[in-house]
């Protein structure tokens, strides 16, 4: 209960920023200004055990409060300061689908790009009169762009992204370390692997996997499903947040990764399999008989993996799940949590093909930041 700052949490609605929230909530002495313009992925319902109403977005619980705001709205943000009077910010809004950023790239430059800098201009006016302020940025993996075979990346890896997703993420983080060499606002910057894990918009590959399993729905698989990913579950990804807010120092990037690669068709198998043990077919058959390979993303990474040896050796970070665990965690609260998922599968998303740059009905498969 040391930790007791007064916390902006940026896209606090969303699924890193819902898990970030609940965990200064429960663990810290921390109270939170959670911020989401509440678009299609911001559900308000992943606060609920926070304190918070859906349907009021007034709070129960006296550290938590909530507003609904635009982070490109400058005059909004410089509100939210001037009335929290915040000791740090978590940014974690963003646009995050690739797919749907190749569907419509200029909101991804808007919230990503745009975004951050109107929030960079609210904290350095904050920061000028309260030097003790510090800016949290939370970025992915994805702006170092893809990996060959063997390697990984380190937080010296040059920028290279390739999807337009990828390039607004590149471009905040640019904008973050700007502000700091030419205003001196001082800054951390993290870079996550691909999470999962409860609350997770079944847009991502490991949510849409299970729902469609449950539905009897054809599990899409990208290409031959070699593309690789680095999985880390999201509590162990917001922890280590909070640890570099703590801990690390002003200035620094600091990698977040799970060493759980996995292919995106050994994903696919591994929640078949789960669900399997768990949840079996009613007609015997196994879910993974319902894998369809479909036609690959445009621009598709072939292999993203992250060096968290920084993150461990400096702040003492270690990951409490490892894939195997962290894995069936979460299919376990998507069975046991129909209440949050069904509204969503049957008002906002339920499945559809996005990322091919145009409107086709074939269900998508995808990954997540």
Known sequence: MLYSKRCIVTGAAGFIGSALTRLLL???????????????????????????????LSSSNPRLE???????????????????????????????????????????VRTNVV????????????WKAHPGFVFQHISTDEVYGSLGAEGFFTE????????????????SDHLVRAWMDTYGLPVKITNCS???????FPEKLVPLTILNCLEGKPLPVYGSGVNVRDWLYVEDHVRALLLVNERGKPGETYNVGGHNERTNLEVVETVCAILDELRPRADGSRYSSLITFVADRPG??????????????????????????????????????????????????????????????????????
């Open 26 to 56: 429960t663990e810290t002495g921390a109270t939170v200004l959670a911020v989401d313009k509440l678009t299609y992925a911001g559900v308000p319902e992943s606060l609920k055990e926070s304190g918070l109403d859906p349907a009021t």
């Open 66 to 108: 909530f507003l609904k705001a635009d982070i490109c709205d400058q005059s909004a943000m410089d509100k939210a300061f001037a009335d929290f009077r915040p000791d740090t910010i978590f940014h974690l809004a963003a646009e995050s689908h690739v797919d749907r950023s190749i569907d419509g790239p200029g909101e991804f």
């Open 115 to 126: 975004g951050t800098a109107t929030l960079l201009q609210a904290a350095l006016k904050w």
């Open 156 to 171: 010296q890896t040059p920028y290279r992204p390739h999807s337009p997703y990828s390039a607004s993420k590149a471009s």
């Open 194 to 200: 691909n999470n999962y894990g409860p609350y997770h």
């Open 300 to 369: 598709h990474d072939l292999r993203y993996a992250i060096n968290p040896d920084k993150l461990m050796g400096d702040l003492g970070w270690r990951a409490r799940e490892n894939f195997d665990s962290g894995m069936r965690k979460t299919v376990q609260w998507y069975l046991d949590n129909e209440w949050w998922w069904r509204s969503i599968r049957e008002k906002k998303y339920a499945g559809e093909r996005l990322g091919a740059g145009r409107s086709i009905s074939a269900p998508a498969a995808s990954h997540v930041v």
